[in-house]
């Protein structure tokens, strides 16, 4: 018996373009199901998870009772972020410090003292909130939710009811300091 016939089949029976086709789907299927690969992983550099701190200021915050927004804030501890309208996760709110309101008074002489707002009905409140999360590190800074942090970078607060604007004024890294 002929290893090849005329036809190019192999022993009379298989030709030999079928048998190289099913070569290829068999090894695709083993590439695919059995040989483990990187699969689903980032060819991207990994970045490990850092501690970060974060100091935001709030400006002329317009609510009802300030000082219950203060102490809802020391009692939750959580809040959600929004960075560049992207949401970013939850940080721990870990420092609420109300700035005391004050207003310029010119004086005789021309000159401007800075004085405690007399006002006793304030619906308005300044405060330096720190925020601690997690953040990769990168060469750049530091970088929370997927979005860099650094001074002046606007981040919105949110929570179950309040929803408000502030400005970073400092970021530290614990770890690093």
Known sequence: MQL?????????KFSLLDIGAALVILLTIIGIFVV????????IAQVTKEPIEVDVIVRGLSVLNPNALI???????????VIRNQPAGQVDIKNVKPLARNVLVPQPDGSVKVLPD?????YSQDMI?????????????AVVGGQK???????????DNYNFNTSVIDVRLPKRS
């Open 71 to 81: 102490n809802q804030f020391n009692t939750e501890k959580k809040t959600n972020i």
């Open 118 to 122: 007399p006002r006793t009905e304030n």
């Open 4 to 12: 090849l016939d005329s036809k190019g089949r192999l022993f009379g």
């Open 36 to 43: 483990p690969g990187t699969s689903g992983k980032s060819t």
């Open 129 to 141: 909130m720190t925020l601690s999360g997690q953040a990769e590190v990168t060469d750049t800074g």
């Open 149 to 159: 942090v650094k001074i002046g970078t606007l981040i919105e607060l949110e929570g």
